[in-house]
Antibody, heavy 118, light 110 residues
């Protein structure tokens, strides 16, 4: 069974840092590009970042550029999102998503909640 | 804010049909594939339609997608109470070099 399991969410103060992880199983992780997508409370979906299968191409939403870093460990079947200089507006559920080429989001994790508050 | 525009809500009686529009531009829908996602209350989104009109295995043919120019459309026929959810369109935006989502549409079964 294809599974994506996020972890690492929690409560952090403004200006703080957090590292999200996504453990992938049930498929050949190295064959897929991956996304992080977030959803603020009561709001719609917002794309955060994309990393291609070999980490050769990385993209960020303007709202997180310079503060967030996406990475992956293909040997460990894991995806990461390092989040620095966190702001209240980064409060959201963060989803790990497997890309269905060329541009759909085929498999979603259950999400991990990040709350930025003093 | 969202680059793709959807109606905030649509509704119909059980068994009826609804359509949801997704309006974009030449930098996104006009030159890239549209996908659609269903988000049931309290759950993660799920892929319904990809590459404009293809359904993943397990998605009933009551759900259909189409694209014309810079707009995409999701259709749901034989509406069921279990279809009550939020629906989002998405695509790649070549100018932004990133994905863009629609504003989301809440489907209500009367």
């Amino acid at each position: 069974e294809v599974q994506l399991v996020e972890s690492g969410g929690g409560l952090v103060k403004p200006g703080g840092s957090l590292r999200l992880s996504c453990a992938a199983s049930g498929f050949t992780f190295t064959n897929y590009g991956m996304n992080w997508v977030r959803q603020a409370p009561g709001k719609g979906l917002e794309w955060v970042s994309t990393i291609t299968s070999t980490s050769g191409h990385i993209y960020y939403a303007d709202s997180v550029k310079g503060r967030f870093t996406i990475s992956r460990d293909n040997a460990g079947n894991s995806l990461y999102l390092q989040m620095n200089s966190l702001r209240a507006e980064d409060t959201a559920v963060y989803y790990c998503v497997r890309i269905l080429q060329p541009s759909a989001m085929g498999v979603w994790g259950h999400g991990t909640t990040v709350t930025v508050s003093s | 804010q969202s680059v793709l525009t959807q109606p905030p809500s649509v509704s119909a009686a059980p068994g009826q049909k609804v359509t949801i529009s997704c309006s974009g531009s030449s930098s996104n829908i006009g030159n890239n594939y549209v996908s659609w996602y269903q988000q049931l209350p309290g759950t993660a989104p799920k892929l319904l339609i990809y590459d404009n009109n293809k359904r993943p295995s397990g998605i009933p043919d009551r759900f259909s997608g189409s694209k014309s120019g810079t707009s995409g459309t999701l259709g749901i026929t034989g509406l069921q109470t279990g279809d009550e959810a939020d629906y989002y369109c998405a695509t790649w935006d070549s100018s932004l070099s990133g994905y863009v989502f629609g504003t989301g549409t809440k489907v209500t079964v009367l």
